[in-house]
């Protein structure tokens, strides 16, 4: 079955000190793999995608085939950073879009 | 361009009442699809559409109808509202099958 898995809910760190958001999927095909953002009363916008293999704010995140996963990092977190932080899995062949449950980030001051 | 716009922002509803959320896109997308965000439940697809005239159930459809009758709107509607669907709703759009979905800023649904 296809499925995203975000195992922590809520993420807790210091200003200054390294996030990394775990993210692993399930898909026997070839995935397209995203991060999106969600700051407070704001829309779920994109913040990556492993295609393009950037960094957008700090953040980066890499697809390890071998382990299904694709986990985002920053090596010091900001205040800003502070969201919710949903990762998700485009499936080749059809349009649907498969999110995993979010994990809240809560960068400490 | 506006992008994509959710009409309306709030709304509480009567268990047993109807009601459409509205959706327009002017980004010329194909695809577009409607979620329900649920604490500790992510974001859940109800339904979605390839285009004009096609869609397709998503993994909690049950309680709402939609159509696509221009590319441009893609309503949902809810037939005979239940406290269960209680939620807040996104309405997205994407032009490809792999490509970027872009949100819509939500409706925050009460159902007494």
């Known amino acids: 079955a296809q499925r995203v898995t975000q195992p922590e809910k809520l993420l807790s760190v210091f200003k200054g000190a390294p996030v990394e958001l775990k993210c692993n999927y399930s898909y026997s095909g070839s995935p397209e793999l995203f991060w999106y953002v969600q700051y407070s009363r704001q829309r779920l916008q994109l913040l990556l995608r492993?295609?393009s293999r950037e960094s957008i704010k700090g953040f980066t995140a890499d697809l390890n085939k071998g382990e299904t996963s694709f986990h985002l990092k920053k090596p010091f977190a900001q205040e800003e950073d502070s969201a919710m932080y949903y990762c998700a899995l485009a499936t080749s062949g059809t349009y649907k879009y498969i999110f995993g449950t979010g994990t809240r980030l809560k960068v400490l001051a | 361009n506006a992008g994509v716009t959710q009409t309306p922002k709030f709304q509480v509803l009567k268990t047993g009442q109807s009601m459409t959320l509205q959706c327009a896109q002017d980004m010329n997308h194909e695809y577009m699809s409607w979620y329900r965000q649920d604490p500790g439940m992510g974001l859940r697809l109800i339904h979605y559409?390839?285009?004009?005239?096609?869609?397709d159930q998503g993994e909690v459809p049950n309680g709402y109808n939609v159509s696509r009758s221009t590319t441009e709107d893609f309503p949902l509607r809810l037939l005979s509202a239940a406290p269960s669907q209680t939620s807040v709703y996104f309405c997205?759009?994407?032009?490809?099958?792999?490509?970027?979905?872009?949100f819509g800023p939500g409706t925050r649904l009460t159902v007494l």
């Open positions: 492993h295609i």
């Open positions: 559409s390839v285009g004009a005239g096609i869609t």
């Open positions: 997205a759009s994407r032009g490809g099958r792999g490509g970027e979905q872009f």
